[in-house]
């Protein structure tokens, strides 16, 4: 059933906000030369997908997870763009694709070896990450391995279809800072 409110929700969240989409494009090239931001991510049973984003950060920016980049890398659009959550508008892309939910555990690298094992432990990898979920909201990164795989585990133990749109309106409505990344 979430995933009818899945298909539902991203494909006229792509008809509604294109006109958002393009102008991010367009701001995009003029700030990076690159809007989109592509990247290699861990699915359902393991299975690699390309995630979609808008682009945050300068394009020499090593490709490795938020916590471990500084915070300098980020430009001041790209700043606007995490604050506001803008830059995660491109996954409805891959919840059209069924390679992710609305709701459900952030995917990780494949080199985000610790959280892999945590997250083997408590069978994350047995449902679709999620553009959010309980752990975003709660400000919980991938920082926190442990910590993360648990949230993860507890909101899919839990997860009811009240849940899964207060979990999309906390995160429209500003709750959860987003990835961390290094001070300068």
């Given at each position: 059933?979430?995933?009818?409110?899945?298909?539902?929700?991203?494909?006229?969240g792509?008809?509604?906000?294109?006109?958002?989409?393009?102008?991010?494009?367009?701001?995009?090239?003029?700030?990076?030369?690159?809007?989109?931001?592509?990247?290699?991510?861990?699915?359902?049973?393991?299975?690699?997908?390309?995630?979609?984003?808008?682009?945050?950060?300068?394009?020499?920016?090593?490709?490795?997870?938020?916590?471990?980049?500084?915070?300098?890398?980020?430009?001041?659009?790209?700043?606007?763009?995490?604050?506001?959550?803008?830059?995660?508008?491109?996954q409805?892309?891959?919840?059209?694709?069924?390679?992710?939910?609305?709701?459900?555990?952030?995917?990780?690298?494949?080199?985000?070896?610790?959280?892999?094992?945590?997250?083997?432990?408590?069978?994350?990898?047995?449902?679709?990450?999620?553009v959010?979920?309980?752990?975003?909201?709660?400000?919980?990164?991938?920082?926190?391995?442990?910590?993360?795989a648990?949230i993860?585990?507890?909101?899919?133990?839990?997860?009811?279809?009240?849940?899964?749109f207060?979990?999309?309106?906390?995160?429209?409505?500003?709750?959860?800072?987003?990835?961390?990344?290094?001070?300068?």
């Open positions: 059933m979430l995933r009818i409110f899945d298909i539902f929700a991203a494909f006229f792509l008809l509604l906000l294109w006109p958002i989409l393009l102008i991010v494009t367009i701001i995009g090239i003029f700030d990076t030369g690159s809007p989109f931001f592509i990247q290699e991510r861990m699915g359902k049973n393991k299975q690699s997908f390309n995630l979609f984003k808008f682009r945050t950060m300068s394009k020499d920016t090593a490709s490795v997870a938020s916590h471990l980049v500084s915070n300098t890398t980020i430009t001041r659009f790209g700043r606007f763009l995490r604050k506001t959550k803008i830059d995660e508008l491109p409805l892309i891959n919840v059209l694709k069924g390679e992710m939910s609305l709701v459900g555990p952030r995917p990780n690298l494949f080199n985000q070896d610790e959280l892999i094992v945590e997250r083997d432990i408590l069978g994350i990898y047995q449902v679709l990450p999620g959010t979920g309980l752990a975003q909201v709660q400000n919980i990164d991938m920082s926190e391995p442990k910590l993360l648990e993860d585990k507890q909101m899919i133990d839990s997860l009811t279809l009240s849940r899964y207060k979990y999309i309106l906390m995160t429209v409505t500003g709750s959860g800072a987003g990835d961390a990344v290094k001070p300068k």
